[in-house]
């Protein structure tokens, strides 16, 4: 199985940060990489396919890239609504796995 | 506009069975794949199983912790999906969502989320 590990795990940032939270993948996975939101209480949210296509209705602060095994989410510019639990997911091989989530709360 | 409503989930006894729903709308449903995912209290997301296309003969596919015990099945005049859970341990407690999913290049990812169902199991 594909073992996906994100970092950080969780992560204190303020309203106009930048922030980037980084994805890797235990074998390469070409860009077979998805990006979803969850806020509390909600259904995870598509934000980007294929490592760095923004899905549609996404704002452009969300952006990705990478290729392989390494990869990258980067919001450019943190809102309050932003404020929520990320998750990379491979979809390149069975099992579909996910990573373990990055929680992005206010400093 | 795509929707995916899950239903069917409860409160079941450790060995005991329950089947989820997801009724799709919005869509050519025979055209497409469908995931099951699921996400334990406080845990994060763990993919359950997929069913893919008519094309596809709707054949499927299965985490390891759940193979044998879990089924998915379509129903095309209902345009719905179905998880039928069997032989429940109580790390089968989750939320449970349905998916769908659309491909890119020769890949399917999960595009659209259903809200969800609670499975809790426990004696």
């Known amino acids: 199985d594909i073992q996906m590990t994100q970092s950080p795990s969780s992560l204190s940032a303020s309203v106009g940060d930048r922030v980037t939270i980084t994805c890797r993948a235990s074998?390469?996975?070409?860009?077979?990489l998805a990006w979803f939101q969850q806020k509390p209480g909600q259904a995870p949210k598509s934000l980007i396919y294929?490592?760095?296509s923004l899905q549609s209705g996404v704002p452009s602060k969300f952006s990705g890239s990478g290729s392989g095994t390494d990869f990258t989410l980067t919001i450019s510019s943190l809102q309050p609504e932003d404020f929520a639990t990320y998750y990379c997911?491979?979809?390149?091989?069975?099992?579909?796995?996910f990573g373990g989530g990055t929680k992005v709360e206010i400093k | 506009e795509v929707q995916l409503v899950e239903s069917g989930g409860g409160l079941v006894q450790p060995g005991g069975s329950l089947r989820l729903s997801c009724a799709a709308s919005?869509?050519?449903?025979?055209?497409?794949?469908m995931d099951w995912v699921r996400q334990a209290p406080g845990r994060g997301l763990e993919w359950v199983g997929r069913?893919?296309?008519?094309?596809?003969?709707?054949?499927?596919e299965y985490a390891a912790s759940v193979k044998g015990r879990f089924t998915i099945s379509r129903d095309e005049s209902k345009n719905s999906v179905y998880l039928q859970m069997n032989s429940l341990k109580t790390e089968d407690t989750a939320v449970y969502y349905c998916?769908?999913?659309?491909?890119?290049?020769?890949?399917?990812?999960?595009?659209?989320w259903g809200k969800g169902t609670t499975v809790t199991v426990s004696s």
């Open positions: 069913t893919r296309n008519k094309a596809n003969s709707y054949t499927t």
């Open positions: 919005g869509f050519s449903f025979s055209d497409h794949y």
């Open positions: 294929a490592a760095s």
């Open positions: 997911h491979h979809y390149y091989s069975y099992p579909l796995t």
């Open positions: 998916a769908l999913a659309v491909p890119a290049a020769s890949r399917y990812y999960m595009d659209v």
């Open positions: 074998q390469g996975i070409s860009n077979y």
